[in-house]
């Protein structure tokens, strides 16, 4: 079983950026496509990016497209977050499936959940 941890959430102001970091504990993540979701207060659980389980395809939501990249460097999968917005402060969480099929920007198709990252954009 792969346990997630997320690094790299925080404080910023709107217009910077961050850059977010999911790991496995206890596995590898290589043969996961990988997923991160975001939840703000009173709001569902929203799907910001995804990346295949070989980087060769990435999918975002529209609200972050252009300003967000979600890539994997060896076994760590990344979001780098630029021109944030104030809409942009949530929870952030990394989640890891086998077999998305083409559903990577629905949660209930990831079986594996990190504990997630605040990340806060004041205005």
């Known amino acids: 079983q792969v346990q997630l941890v997320e690094s790299g959430g925080g404080l910023v102001q709107a217009g910077g950026s961050l850059a977010l970091s999911c790991s496995a504990s206890?596995?590898?993540?290589?043969?996961?496509?990988m997923g991160w979701f975001r939840q703000a207060p009173g709001k569902e659980r929203e799907f910001v990016a995804a990346?295949?389980?070989?980087?060769?395809s990435s999918f975002y939501a529209d609200s972050v497209k252009g300003r967000f990249t979600i890539f994997r460097v060896n076994d760590t999968v990344h979001l780098q977050m630029n021109s944030l917005k104030p809409e942009d402060t949530a929870v952030y969480h990394c989640?890891?499936?086998?077999?998305?099929?083409?559903?990577?920007?629905?949660?209930?198709?990831?079986?594996?959940w990190g504990q997630g990252t605040q990340v806060t954009v004041s205005s």
């Open positions: 206890g596995g590898t993540l290589s043969t996961y496509s």
């Open positions: 990346v295949s389980w070989s980087g060769k």
């Open positions: 989640a890891a499936d086998k077999a998305l099929g083409n559903y990577y920007d629905l949660s209930r198709k990831y079986a594996y």
